[in-house]
């Protein structure tokens, strides 16, 4: 089936960050698994800079520097699936620099994120659980046998794997044993108390004995544990968790069982190719479905980027750290274990009222910069069109339609001296602009 403008401009609020119109035009008339291969295929997309581009700087500087980076990629980049999957991956792996306090461990993350999410979950499962920041994230820098830290263990199993309800406390007990010695370097008197954040694999402090984990009883090591979720007794619980995120984050918030198990064997099938998962939700008729679509709320950092770019903005021209914290998310510094909600976790009186803000202070610039202008020469019809457009909505809702529509007539004959800016801010808060 050929793609029309707003199955394609579906696609790139989904698998993007939104498509501006010539990027939409550009998929007009693709199959859906020719559009869909087209935004998997990352090879055009810039190489990332050295961690030294930002190592200069102070700790939270470096932070801010690199927030601007990544909404500037995010506004700049070819529309492929590449930011948007990072995104859920470091809502997934949730990992917070504000406990890290190492915004250089928070970067070679973000560095293996990229560098592993498209192939092997289990290999990106180990990069991910290996790595300093998440280790000092979840406590487990300090875990040793006869003082067991759990927090790693129950996170591991519950929020990166398996899911809630799906193991047992035993395990639990039993995982953070296995994951023992597994630790940084801390501070010794080897490197004169400067606290060292490396990795560090300490065999006297992790216990040796026998464990027994999912029913199944050995001396259980760190990496047998991620073997076990993957592809032992949990493989299937694992599939599922992780297909059911995966299509929870690209297309609705309930997706038929029936759905899920196709898309777990599919991930199973393929050796667990993040890719290929991703691959087949997008492929799912549910994605494709009237019911998808507009089901999602953009997070903050989805809506700042889509109306930067449509207004030719970069990071220099917001101070976009500031205004995404006031819209409750801050990249790098999710709220907590459980990374980012989806849908009502957007909605709240303090979130409207910081976009609110955003859109009020963003109109004056938007006229300063000859964004909708002459919409007063034009009838409320071609007014309303012309807003619509600008925002890339193929498929507006009667009821929005009207919404400008009758704003604009309103404006024209009361306030013309307003339609410079007016009509570009309330366009900010169609639904349709809010969702994707």
């Not at 696609?11 to 859906?32: E, H, K, S, V």
């Not at 297909?243 to 069982?257: D, G, M, S, Y």
């Not at 009838?379 to 919404?403: C, G, K, M, N, W």
Request: aromatic share 10%; charged share 25%; net charge negative.
């Amino acid at each position: 089936m050929a793609l029309d403008r707003p199955a394609a401009a579906h696609l790139l609020r989904r698998a993007g960050m939104g498509g501006t119109n010539p990027q939409i035009a550009d998929f007009f008339g693709l199959t859906r698994a020719e559009a869909v291969d087209r935004v998997l295929d990352t090879s055009s997309n810039p190489p990332l800079p050295n961690w030294s581009q930002f190592g200069g700087l102070e700790d939270w500087q470096a932070q801010e520097a690199i927030i601007e980076w990544w909404v500037d990629r995010m506004i700049s980049a070819p529309p492929t699936i590449e930011e948007k999957l990072m995104l859920f991956l470091h809502s997934h792996f949730a990992t917070a620099r504000d406990k890290v306090e190492d915004t250089r461990l928070m970067w070679n993350q973000h560095v293996a994120l990229r560098q592993f999410g498209m192939g092997s979950f289990r290999t990106l499962l180990e990069k991910i659980s290996f790595g300093s920041a998440m280790l000092i994230y979840l406590d487990n820098e300090s875990n040793v046998a006869g003082a067991e830290q759990e927090n790693f263990a129950r996170e591991l199993m519950e929020l990166h794997t398996i899911g809630h309800g799906r193991f047992e406390e035993s395990d639990v007990v039993s995982m953070a044993r296995a994951w023992t010695g597994h630790n940084t370097v801390g501070r010794t008197r080897e490197n004169n108390w400067q606290y060292d954040p490396a990795y560090i694999f300490r065999s006297e402090e992790h216990d040796h004995g026998q464990k027994t984990l999912f029913g199944i009883t050995r001396n259980w090591d760190a990496k047998e544990t991620l073997d076990e979720l993957c592809f032992g007794v949990k493989a299937n619980e694992m599939s599922d968790f992780v297909a059911r995120k995966v299509f929870q984050f690209f297309a609705h918030t309930n997706p038929a069982q029936s759905v899920v198990d196709q898309l777990a064997a599919n991930f199973r099938a393929n050796n667990l190719n993040m890719k290929l998962l991703v691959r087949d939700v997008l492929l799912t008729d549910d994605f494709w479905s009237p019911e998808a679509r507009y089901a999602l709320v953009k997070s903050p950092v989805e809506f700042m980027v889509d109306i930067m770019r449509r207004c030719g903005m970069t990071s220099e021209d917001e101070s976009v750290r500031w205004r995404m914290s006031l819209m409750g998310m801050v990249l790098m510094d999710p709220p907590g274990v459980d990374g980012w909600g989806q849908n009502d976790y957007w909605l709240s009186t303090a979130m409207t009222w910081a976009k609110s803000n955003w859109t009020n202070n963003l109109k004056w610039r938007a006229d300063d910069r000859n964004i909708l202008q002459d919409l007063a020469d034009l009838t409320p019809d071609e007014a309303a069109d012309r807003v619509i457009h600008f925002f890339s909505i193929y498929d507006v809702s009667r009821q929005s339609r009207l919404q400008i529509r009758d704003l604009i007539e309103v404006t024209q004959r009361d306030r013309r001296w307003a339609m410079s800016y007016e009509p570009f801010a309330v366009g900010m808060f169609m639904p349709e602009v809010q969702c994707a």
